[in-house]
């Protein structure tokens, strides 16, 4: 695309954007900003990356309005929008183009129940197995050696990655996306304890549903419920080795980073931001907007809307932040303290003498 073209593509969805400099150069592809080259383009969201500006070989840098380009290179244009991390995106899916998992139509070794209802062109991978009674909707795309058990229903435009496996009676939405290794509706673990120290396998009975435009990560692992449903609402993001147990509801638009672990029966709300390794204990529930930084431990329920938590166990930021400060200033009040009882023994020889 020509710059001009770019501008075009972009003001249909953000308004203004203003061009600095030549708008008919041809852009061939997105680069960062400290490797970019002659035709590529990048963007810079964060004030720390403006340093990268002035050195930049891109051809075209998305920047926000207050940008500062006086020491831009020549030969470099810009083009200044509101949001320039969005307007890159919308760049990057534009050069993307179309990851090829399957190819179109049923592969000779793929297994496909006759009772299964396939949409229009959906796709399903070599050696891909799909059980009896499921439904996938139109566009959707199976990939090799995935395994589908009995009674599935998945929506319209799913990517389902290779390697994917995806339990009997589990929901699926439409657009939504299962990255490799993904393990969809395997037991929960609940075990109840005998007296003789054994454990009797509690029945795992109900379902997952995932909602519509949900991404899953590689080798996340989401379990079915005892009872009911483990529900992922719709526009929830989940990364790579997340654990979500029986029972949980993960609220819409929820973001969820790596090697966090849910136990069963949390509730999170809408539009949390859940850090890596974070641990949640069981039953317990977050408000909507919570921030939960990485590697915390949530202990308890915190019911008020938009609150920041970090630590183990998690608290409000701003109580966890003081009990930090204090915690680094233990040194120094013990070396006080040390100095204190030496005295007070001086005073009382200097008493007793």
Do not use: W
């Amino acid at each position: 695309m020509k710059i001009t073209e770019i501008k075009a593509f972009l003001g249909r969805c953000f308004e203004p954007v203003e061009l600095i400099g030549a708008g008919d150069i041809e852009i061939t592809g997105p680069a960062k900003i400290e490797e970019a080259t002659a035709g590529q383009v990048s963007f810079v969201a964060n004030e720390k990356y403006y340093r990268h500006i002035a050195g930049t070989g891109a051809s075209l840098v998305v920047v926000s309005p207050k940008a500062p380009l006086d020491d831009a290179p020549a030969g470099t244009s810009f083009l200044k929008v509101a949001d320039p991390y969005t307007a890159f995106v919308f760049i990057l899916q534009h050069f993307a183009g179309t990851r090829r998992i399957a190819a179109p139509g049923f592969a000779a070794t793929a297994s496909i129940a006759a009772s299964a209802r396939l949409g229009r062109n959906v796709s399903v991978g070599e050696h891909a197995v799909i059980g009896e009674s499921c439904v996938i909707g139109d566009d959707t795309v199976i990939g090799p050696n995935t395994v589908i058990m009995d009674g599935v229903s998945i929506g319209s435009e799913c990517t389902i990655y290779p390697l994917v496996t995806i339990y009997d009676g589990t929901s699926i939405g439409d657009r939504v996306i299962i990255h490799s290794g993904a393990v969809i509706g395997a037991d929960g673990f609940g075990f109840a304890p005998q007296k003789n120290g054994s454990y009797m396998k509690i029945p795992q009975m109900g379902t997952v549903e995932i909602g519509d435009d949900v991404e899953i990560g590689a080798n996340t692992t989401i379990d079915r419920a005892t009872m009911g449903a483990t529900v992922i609402e719709k526009g929830a993001k989940i990364d790579n080795l997340v654990q979500i147990a029986h029972n949980c509801r993960i609220g819409g638009d929820t973001v969820i980073a790596s090697q966090a672990g849910i136990s069963g029966s949390v509730k999170i709300g809408r539009q949390c931001l859940i850090g890596g390794q974070a641990g949640f204990a069981g039953h317990l529930e977050l408000a909507d907007r919570t921030s939960v930084a990485a590697k915390a431990g949530i202990s308890k329920s915190f019911l008020e809307p938009g609150l920041a938590i970090r630590g183990v166990p998690a608290q409000p930021m701003r109580d966890q932040l003081r009990q930090e400060a204090q915690v680094r200033g233990l040194g120094e009040m013990k070396s006080q303290l040390e100095a204190l009882e030496k005295r007070l023994q001086e005073l009382q020889k200097r008493l007793a003498g």
